[in-house]
């Protein structure tokens, strides 16, 4: 059973930066895509960015992109996600994802949410204005 553990959330002023973890376990880290996402209240999911089994494609929601960047350490069986230049509006619970069944991501789009298999219990970021 894969496993997977968010941390990293808390509280931030507007422009300002933090990072995100994932740590997974009880499967074979290198061998999956990983995602990011995110839920506000009262709002669906929605799809932040992913990145590939090697780390050398990545694919970003518009809403984040040029501000967010996903990486990841097979080495240590860890998905991050470094946010910058925060807004009030990134305020959301945020989730990383397993696709435990694929390797890669799509290049020229997100990869659609059921894709990704396993979950994690996800991390609070709240962004004060």
């Known amino acids: 059973q894969v496993q997977l553990v968010e941390t990293g959330g808390g509280l931030v002023q507007a422009g300002g930066s933090l990072r995100l973890s994932c740590a997974v376990s009880?499967?074979?880290?290198?061998?999956?895509?990983m995602g990011w996402f995110r839920q506000a209240p009262g709002r669906e999911r929605e799809f932040v960015a992913d990145i590939s089994w090697s780390g050398s494609n990545t694919y970003y929601g518009d809403s984040v992109k040029g501000r967010f960047i996903v990486s990841r350490d097979n080495a240590k069986n860890t998905l991050y996600l470094q946010m910058s230049a925060l807004k009030p509006e990134d305020t959301a619970i945020y989730y990383c994802a397993a696709d435990t069944e694929n390797s890669e991501i799509l290049l020229f789009g997100p990869t659609p949410i059921g894709e990704f298999d396993y979950w994690g219990r996800g991390t609070q970021v709240t962004v004060s204005s």
């Open positions: 009880g499967g074979t880290f290198s061998d999956y895509a």
